[in-house]
């Protein structure tokens, strides 16, 4: 995905300091036209920061943003095809949503019947007609986002910004504007990119994901590739729950490669990304719900026993804390069997592909 | 705070409320009397010292020529104390604290000596004593507390608002008139009102450098120098209800400003 | 779905609005371009205004002031060429015509601004922490509308309420306290009540404004840990307060040193303040200007030298409460 053929944004070498403080380390990134990306990350990673340089709001310190194959690094704002829906939406409280809409039009010098034209249609797709002679704080929530939506895409960006716009949403209402937000992009075929700190929204929603810490690009892939084949530990953990098994690295064999863990030799996927080391200490992840948990030995390629220490009862299914050795492994277990496995020993099971060795 | 404090405090209170409002409604009835003489009793009671306000040209002149006075000034302090709050606001640069502290000194130099610096600093760019130079030393004096109420609203204003405006195409010169500007509104009628009262109220800068024309205040003291009489009462309840309208006008904008920033 | 075109509008069959209009016209681009041009210029821009302005109108007129308080003579005439000299200076030091109401005016004002902050700080102790939050802007109001009738006008009222045939004689009559009507005008005293009635408002805000911020959680807590009442004033309010104070103290104090109408109309002989001297220079067609210029400014430095040494004591109060 990173060599996309057909970049609508380039990012060369991009750095951006404030102060002592480096948001950004040399960047490199292209963007496919018509592409949904998420830049997904913890507060202060340089999601933000990425955002604000596509969007004109800052200048990089070295390095350059190639728009549709024009330099626009130095170029302000107001004279780049970029728009954005900003977090707290930034409605113009003193217009009505009409006027909102139509800002970014008028100052194209478009007439005012293609004007009205382009806002009623804008208005019949997003579901807005009834409030468009409405003022913003006469709104809900989701029709403000909606609003905001609108307005950016009104004057037809090459890019729209999204800059965690469903944070201010309730957890049910976010759910639901999620798939909207995915159709909507679908359907209008424009290259959105979506910052956001929220690993389940990243994963929902995106065609990529590109997850960001401390100023660099952690992994760079489409969401089940990081779920499944996390680069980095912090990728692993980030997204997901994960049960990192620290371990030693043993050489491979048949496409695997070998994890010693407490004494059991493990087969692990063959790492992707960042190449995890051959030998010596490692961490492995291993997600919850890869896990079999039964009485008798399973026939997967690894089997560890261990003895259940706690169950946490979350409704369908149940999530089980397993003693192996010294560690705890989290499993998930459908609710019945969870039950079933109240006390004494039980055997885990995992297929290969499911443990990933990780470089830090 | 026990009990007896709180009775205490609220005595104290009143005492002062009663402190500030009889004076002003003792003036207010000494205008229906009907006698030559300022005092106490009132026998008969009369309209004739009201009518008599409306039908005084001289009165009605100096009312006018403050009002001018007020309408330009404020006028000027709007726009430059609007002009200075959006400079001072958002960014820190080399000098801000004193050019913040230049902006604020007219409000704290003692009124006869901002009064005479500005007679003599008339006197150096050749503006001779009346309207303008009354215009121009209200202006200056009004300025800071213009400036105070903007930037206290421009601090509330959400900075991605300019961001958004300029992300959808408009430059710094129209994201000011279509986004900020808007939003100062509120500020700039309640400021504006305020200056208009300073302007109307002020008396030792339209003294000072006031020509042969009087404001009303200047005309009011005039009239006092030479002898009380219910006229003078009538004039004063006139300009007290005028001013409490406007003064009740201005705190309203304000508040309803607060509350609509609170809503934000 | 595809959406409809954004192009500009070509041809007179459909206009673009006001703001299209303008950002797309020759001589707008032409001035954007000059004024707009970097992030630098802009602010450049936005900045000389200001800085000219109160370079001239705020800074200017104080500094022509001190100029010409330095002049041998003001206007220049003809054969009449000023020089430097500090002459005015010394005439103030020299004459105690002048001393006196000049130490009159600090004492006066510094006793006033104490009475003023013992009278008003439980006034707005009051309305900050006893009276319920929605009714406390209309028990601020009865305060207020009395402050925006102008100096004149309260001076005026003032007069009718202690003048001899005034409301406070009258009533003290009736009341059989007094026999003769009691001079109150033209005293110290009236002169004092006025000058109040003028500038409690100045003291009235800040330290609303301050006691209103304080959290009543903190007098909970405190109240919980065992503090009475005078413990808790003395421990939170007035620490809290104290910036409110240092404001209130220093605007009212400006003030009553630069009063003009208030001691002309409400003051006696006895009781002439500084400003009345200075004005007195400023009545006369202009040769006296140089010394009533000297004397405003020995009265603005000591002024503002006084409210300055009292800021930052009350602020080194407050930082050592603090700790």
């Given at each position: 995905?990173?060599?996309?053929?057909?970049?609508?944004?380039?990012?060369?070498?991009?750095?951006?300091?404030?102060?002592?403080?480096?948001?950004?380390?040399?960047?490199?990134?292209?963007?496919?036209?018509?592409?949904?990306?998420t830049?997904?990350?913890?507060?202060?990673?340089?999601?933000s920061?990425?955002?604000?340089?596509?969007?004109?709001?800052?200048?990089?310190?070295?390095?350059?943003?190639?728009?549709?194959?024009?330099?626009?690094?130095?170029?302000?704002?107001?004279?780049?095809?970029?728009?954005?829906?900003?977090q707290d939406?930034?409605?113009?409280?003193?217009?009505?949503?009409?006027?909102?809409?139509?800002?970014?039009?008028?100052?194209?010098?478009?007439?005012?019947?293609?004007i009205?034209a382009?806002?009623?249609?804008?208005?019949?797709?997003?579901?807005?007609?009834?409030?468009?002679?409405?003022?913003?704080?006469?709104?809900?929530?989701?029709?403000?986002?909606?609003?905001?939506?609108?307005?950016a895409?009104?004057?037809?960006?090459?890019?729209l910004?999204?800059?965690?716009?469903?944070g201010?949403?309730?957890?049910?209402?976010r759910?639901?504007?999620?798939?909207?937000?995915?159709?909507?992009?679908?359907?209008?075929?424009?290259?959105?990119?979506?910052?956001?700190?929220?690993?389940?929204?990243?994963?929902t929603?995106?065609?990529?994901?590109?997850?960001?810490?401390?100023?660099?690009?952690?992994?760079?892939?489409?969401?089940?590739?990081?779920?499944?084949?996390?680069?980095?530990?912090f990728?692993?953990e980030?997204?997901?729950?994960?049960?990192?098994?620290?371990?030693?690295?043993?050489?491979?064999?048949?496409?695997?490669?070998?994890?010693?863990?407490?004494g059991?030799?493990?087969?692990a996927?063959?790492?992707?990304?960042?190449?995890?080391?051959?030998?010596?200490?490692?961490?492995?992840?291993?997600?919850?719900?890869?896990?079999?948990?039964?009485?008798?030995?399973?026939?997967?390629?690894?089997?560890?026993?261990?003895?259940?220490?706690?169950?946490?009862?979350?409704?369908?299914r149940?999530?089980?804390?397993?003693?192996?050795?010294?560690?705890?492994?989290?499993?998930?277990?459908?609710?019945?069997?969870?039950?079933?496995?109240?006390?004494?020993?039980?055997?885990?099971?995992?297929?290969?592909?499911?443990?990933?060795?990780?470089?830090? | 705070?026990?009990?007896?404090?709180?009775?205490?405090?609220?005595?104290?209170?009143?005492?002062?409320?009663l402190?500030?409002?009889?004076p002003?409604?003792?003036?207010?009835?000494?205008?229906?009397?009907?006698?030559?003489?300022?005092?106490?009793?009132?026998?008969?009671?009369?309209?004739?010292?009201?009518?008599?306000?409306?039908?005084?040209?001289?009165?009605?002149?100096?009312?006018?020529?403050?009002?001018?006075?007020?309408?330009?000034?404020?006028?000027?302090?709007l726009?430059?104390?609007?002009w200075?709050?959006?400079?001072l606001?958002?960014?820190?640069?080399?000098?801000?604290?004193?050019?913040l502290?230049?902006?604020?000194?007219?409000?704290?130099i003692?009124?006869?000596?901002?009064?005479?610096?500005?007679?003599?600093?008339?006197?150096?760019?050749?503006?001779?004593?009346?309207?303008?130079?009354?215009?121009?030393?209200?202006?200056?004096?009004?300025?800071?507390?213009?400036?105070?109420?903007?930037?206290?609203?421009?601090?509330?204003?959400?900075?991605?608002?300019?961001?958004?405006?300029?992300?959808?195409?408009?430059?710094?010169?129209?994201?000011?008139?279509?986004?900020?500007?808007?939003?100062?509104?509120?500020?700039?009628?309640?400021?504006?009102?305020?200056?208009?009262?300073l302007?109307?109220?002020?008396?030792?800068?339209?003294?000072?450098?006031?020509?042969?024309?009087?404001?009303l205040?200047?005309?009011?003291?005039?009239?006092?120098?030479?002898?009380m009489?219910?006229?003078?009462?009538?004039?004063?309840?006139?300009?007290?209800?005028?001013?409490?309208?406007?003064?009740?006008?201005?705190?309203?904008?304000?508040?309803?400003?607060?509350?609509?920033?609170?809503?934000? | 779905?595809?959406?409809?075109?954004?192009?500009?509008?070509?041809?007179?069959?459909?206009r673009?609005?006001?703001?299209?209009?303008?950002?797309?016209?020759?001589?707008?681009?032409?001035?954007?371009?000059?004024?707009?041009?970097?992030?630098?210029r802009?602010?450049?821009?936005?900045?000389?205004?200001?800085?000219?302005?109160?370079?001239?109108?705020?800074?200017?007129?104080?500094?022509?002031?001190?100029?010409?308080?330095?002049?041998?003579?003001y206007?220049?005439?003809?054969?009449?060429?000023?020089?430097?000299?500090?002459?005015?200076y010394?005439?103030?030091?020299?004459?105690?015509?002048?001393i006196?109401?000049?130490?009159?005016?600090?004492?006066?004002s510094?006793?006033?601004t104490?009475t003023?902050?013992?009278?008003?700080?439980?006034?707005?102790?009051?309305?900050?922490?006893?009276?319920?939050?929605?009714?406390?802007?209309?028990?601020?109001?009865?305060?207020?509308?009395?402050?925006?009738?102008?100096?004149?006008?309260?001076?005026?009222?003032?007069?009718?309420?202690?003048?001899?045939?005034?409301?406070?004689?009258?009533a003290?009559?009736?009341?059989?306290?007094?026999?003769?009507?009691?001079?109150?005008?033209?005293?110290?005293?009236s002169?004092?009540?006025?000058?109040?009635?003028?500038?409690?408002?100045?003291?009235?805000?800040?330290?609303?404004?301050?006691?209103e911020k304080?959290?009543?959680?903190?007098?909970?807590?405190?109240?919980?840990?065992?503090?009475?009442?005078?413990?808790?004033?003395?421990?939170i309010?007035?620490?809290?307060?104290?910036?409110?104070?240092?404001?209130?103290?220093?605007?009212?104090f400006?003030?009553?040193?630069?009063?003009?109408?208030?001691?002309?109309?409400?003051?006696?002989?006895?009781?002439?303040?500084?400003?009345?001297?200075?004005?007195?220079?400023?009545?006369?067609?202009?040769?006296?200007?140089?010394?009533?210029?000297?004397?405003?400014v020995?009265?603005?430095?000591?002024?503002?030298l006084?409210?300055?040494?009292?800021?930052?004591?009350m602020?080194?109060?407050?930082?050592?409460?603090?700790?």
């Open positions: 995905m990173t060599d996309a053929k057909d970049p609508i944004v380039r990012i060369e070498g991009v750095t951006k300091s404030f102060g002592s403080f480096t948001a950004l380390h040399e960047m490199n990134l292209n963007i496919a036209s018509g592409e949904f990306v830049f997904l990350g913890p507060s202060g990673c340089g999601k920061t990425t955002l604000r340089i596509l969007g004109g709001f800052e200048k990089p310190d070295t390095g350059r943003v190639i728009l549709n194959g024009q330099d626009v690094t130095a170029l302000p704002p107001n004279k780049r095809n970029v728009n954005m829906v900003f939406y930034a409605l113009f409280p003193n217009m009505t949503v009409r006027r909102n809409i139509a800002f970014g039009l008028e100052l194209k010098g478009m007439g005012q019947q293609a009205k382009r806002i009623d249609e804008l208005a019949s797709f997003l579901e807005l007609t009834a409030y468009l002679d409405r003022r913003p704080d006469q709104l809900s929530g989701g029709q403000r986002q909606r609003v905001a939506l609108a307005r895409l009104a004057p037809d960006p090459a890019l910004l999204l800059d965690e716009p469903l201010a949403l309730d957890a049910k209402l759910a639901q504007v999620q798939v909207e937000l995915k159709a909507i992009q679908r359907r209008t075929n424009k290259t959105f990119f979506f910052v956001t700190h929220d690993q389940e929204e990243a994963l929603m995106s065609d990529r994901i590109v997850v960001m810490n401390k100023g660099r690009i952690e992994q760079d892939g489409t969401p089940e590739e990081l779920y499944f084949q996390p680069a980095s530990r990728v692993a980030f997204i997901g729950e994960t049960n990192l098994l620290s371990g030693r690295a043993l050489p491979g064999d048949q496409g695997a490669a070998g994890f010693d863990w407490q059991h030799q493990l087969r996927a063959a790492t992707v990304g960042k190449t995890a080391p051959a030998q010596g200490a490692v961490t492995a992840s291993l997600r919850p719900e890869r896990i079999q948990v039964q009485r008798d030995r399973p026939t997967t390629e690894n089997a560890v026993q261990g003895q259940v220490v706690n169950r946490l009862f979350k409704g369908h149940m999530l089980l804390d397993v003693a192996v050795g010294d560690t705890v492994v989290q499993a998930y277990t459908d609710t019945d069997r969870g039950r079933d496995l109240a006390d004494g020993p039980v055997w885990l099971g995992w297929n290969a592909s499911s443990l990933t060795l990780l470089a830090d | 705070m026990t009990r007896n404090t709180r009775i205490l405090m609220q005595c104290i209170y009143w005492a002062f409320v402190y500030l409002l009889i002003l409604a003792l003036m207010m009835l000494m205008g229906f009397k009907d006698s030559k003489f300022i005092g106490f009793p009132i026998r008969d009671v009369t309209l004739d010292w009201y009518l008599a306000v409306f039908q005084d040209s001289q009165v009605l002149n100096a009312m006018g020529y403050s009002a001018i006075i007020g309408v330009l000034s404020t006028a000027i302090a726009f430059m104390g609007t200075i709050a959006v400079a606001t958002g960014r820190s640069f080399w000098g801000r604290a004193i050019l502290g230049l902006t604020l000194l007219p409000a704290v003692p009124g006869v000596i901002s009064a005479i610096a500005f007679r003599i600093a008339a006197r150096l760019v050749g503006l001779e004593p009346g309207m303008w130079a009354i215009i121009w030393s209200h202006a200056i004096h009004n300025v800071p507390f213009v400036v105070l109420v903007v930037m206290a609203r421009l601090s509330t204003l959400p900075k991605s608002y300019g961001e958004a405006a300029q992300d959808l195409g408009a430059d710094p010169i129209i994201t000011f008139f279509r986004v900020t500007l808007p939003y100062l509104t509120p500020a700039m009628i309640g400021g504006g009102i305020f200056c208009l009262l302007s109307f109220d002020d008396f030792v800068r339209s003294f000072f450098l006031g020509g042969y024309e009087p404001t205040p200047v005309l009011i003291f005039a009239k006092l120098r030479s002898g009489s219910p006229e003078i009462n009538a004039i004063s309840t006139v300009v007290l209800v005028l001013t409490a309208v406007l003064g009740l006008w201005a705190e309203r904008s304000m508040r309803g400003m607060k509350k609509r920033a609170a809503n934000d | 779905m595809t959406l409809s075109n954004t192009r500009p509008a070509s041809g007179p069959a459909d673009p609005g006001f703001w299209g209009r303008l950002s797309g016209s020759g001589p707008y681009a032409a001035l954007t371009d000059v004024l707009l041009a970097s992030p630098r802009q602010f450049a821009i936005l900045l000389i205004v200001p800085v000219i302005w109160v370079l001239l109108t705020h800074l200017g007129p104080i500094l022509q002031m001190i100029n010409v308080s330095l002049l041998t003579n206007p220049p005439g003809p054969n009449n060429v000023p020089t430097y000299t500090l002459e005015h010394g005439k103030f030091f020299t004459d105690s015509i002048f006196q109401p000049f130490l009159r005016t600090l004492i006066f510094s006793v006033l104490l003023t902050l013992i009278i008003i700080y439980p006034v707005a102790y009051f309305l900050a922490r006893h009276v319920r939050r929605d009714r406390q802007m209309m028990f601020l109001m009865l305060l207020l509308i009395p402050f925006w009738v102008g100096e004149i006008v309260r001076i005026f009222a003032m007069m009718i309420l202690l003048g001899n045939n005034g409301a406070l004689n009258l003290l009559q009736w009341l059989g306290l007094t026999e003769r009507p009691i001079p109150f005008m033209y005293t110290g005293f002169l004092s009540a006025g000058i109040i009635y003028l500038t409690a408002l100045y003291m009235l805000m800040p330290l609303y404004s301050a006691l304080i959290p009543p959680s903190l007098f909970e807590a405190a109240a919980d840990l065992g503090a009475g009442p005078w413990t808790r004033f003395r421990r309010t007035l620490p809290l307060s104290l910036e409110g104070v240092s404001s209130g103290c220093t605007l009212v400006l003030i009553s040193t630069g009063v003009y109408a208030t001691p002309v109309l409400l003051g006696g002989p006895s009781t002439t303040l500084f400003s009345e001297v200075i004005a007195g220079f400023f009545h006369v067609a202009g040769d006296q200007w140089p010394v009533g210029a000297a004397f405003a020995i009265m603005l430095v000591t002024a503002l006084l409210t300055g040494a009292f800021t930052k004591l602020a080194h109060l407050a930082g050592r409460v603090k700790q």
